[in-house]
T-cell receptor, first 115, second 111 residues
Framework: DAGVIQSPRHEVTEMGQEVTLRCKPISGHNSLFWYRQTMMRGLELLIYFNNNVPIDDSGMPEDRFSAKMPNASFSTLKIQPSEPRDSAVYFC?????????????FGPGTRLTVT | GEDVEQSLFLSVREGDSSVINCTYTDSSSTYLYWYKQEPGAGLQLLTYIFSNMDMKQDQRLTVLLNKKDKHLSLRIADTQTGDSAIYFCAERTGGYQKVTFGTGTKLQVIP
């Protein structure tokens, strides 16, 4: 398996632009997580899905952030409009619920820079 | 609520043992995890321990759990330069899949 795939790996955009981050989870996994990592705040859970349904979005910073999972093999995280404080590394992770230890498999991340 | 804390930095000499500590607040934790993050990469699960255990050993890694003090530690024996990374402690509570991660400890191994 190729693991969790994220695109793009790097994104540089100007303030006010729309940004869309993409994630393909591991085939067969039924849970998907979006995290944001910064030096100041560490690793923050933004939202997670189970069987394509959003379960907990309490970590989404504000209305500028939205996430979708239209099917089991694809998810997007959208920021509109983007702001410099959104600059961070965004990770997607997937897991298979029901396996006991619920290991999360992380993608390589998308480094977002908003100027 | 859940809160997981770790020291930010640890420096050791190659060949020595490393001990990374973590404290958590939620007494209903079911699984506790150690993840490793190498530069430019995502997190990768190193090992985990179920809350009814107090120790788990896996090759060079030893995990100790003190439920009374809500303290978790990761010992790496014979630390190598390839062990240089950020180590995250994490906990899962109840039947939920949500995992709360600590702040991460950056381990620097000096040759």
């Amino acid at each position: 398996d190729a693991g969790v795939i994220q695109s793009p790996r790097h994104e540089v955009t100007e303030m006010g632009q729309e940004v869309t981050l993409r994630c393909k989870p591991i085939s067969g996994h039924n849970s998907l997580f979006w995290y944001r990592q910064t030096m100041m705040r560490g690793l923050e859970l933004l939202i997670y899905f189970n069987n394509n349904v959003p379960i907990d979005d309490s970590g989404m910073p504000e209305d500028r952030f939205s996430a979708k999972m239209p099917n089991a093999s694809f998810s997007t995280l959208k920021i509109q409009p983007s702001e410099p404080r959104d600059s961070a590394v965004y990770f997607c992770a997937s897991s298979l619920a029901g396996t006991g230890e619920y290991e999360q498999y992380f993608g390589p991340g998308t480094r977002l820079t908003v100027t | 609520g859940e809160d997981v804390e770790q020291s930010l930095f640890l420096s050791v000499r190659e060949g020595d043992s490393s001990v990374i500590n973590c404290t958590y607040t939620d007494s209903s934790s079911t699984y506790l995890y150690w993840y490793k993050q190498e530069p430019g990469a995502g997190l990768q699960l190193l090992t985990y321990i179920f809350s009814n255990m107090d120790m788990k050993q896996d090759q060079r890694l030893t995990v100790l759990l003190n439920k009374k003090d809500k303290h978790l530690s990761l010992r790496i024996a014979d630390t190598q330069t390839g062990d240089s990374a950020i180590y995250f402690c994490a906990e899962r509570t109840g039947g939920y899949q949500k995992v709360t991660f600590g702040t991460g400890t950056k381990l620097q191994v000096i040759p």
